[in-house]
């Protein structure tokens, strides 16, 4: 279950759903393993089968940063990762975001 208010999460589901339609968005961290406080951070990590490019990354950043979100959004590239990393956010995350096919 992740620890964010439905109101929340919906502005996150629309500027997901805005910049990054087709791809699998997982959250990971605090907010998902039950261990987050108010002011906890809420991860993503964005899986696609390349690099996004830069400018829609920067973008999706933006809106987070401009939103009336009452935390902050930390957005990753999967691609961008390290393996170790990877394996880490593999322990526990849920999928937001299913990618279309």
Avoid: H
Wanted: proline fraction near 3%.
């Amino acid at each position: 279950m992740i620890d964010v208010a439905p109101q929340y999460l919906e502005i996150i589901l629309k500027i997901l759903r805005k910049n990054i339609p087709d791809l699998e968005v997982r959250a990971f961290g605090s907010r998902v393993t039950g261990t987050a406080k108010d002011y906890s951070d809420f991860d993503l990590a964005i899986v696609g089968k390349e690099k996004l490019f830069d400018k829609t990354f920067y973008a999706l950043k933006e809106n987070f940063e401009e939103s009336d979100l009452p935390f902050r959004v930390d957005v990753l590239d999967w691609s961008r990762i390290s393996k170790e990393f990877k394996k880490v956010i593999e322990k526990q995350y849920e999928i937001i975001q299913n990618a279309k096919a």
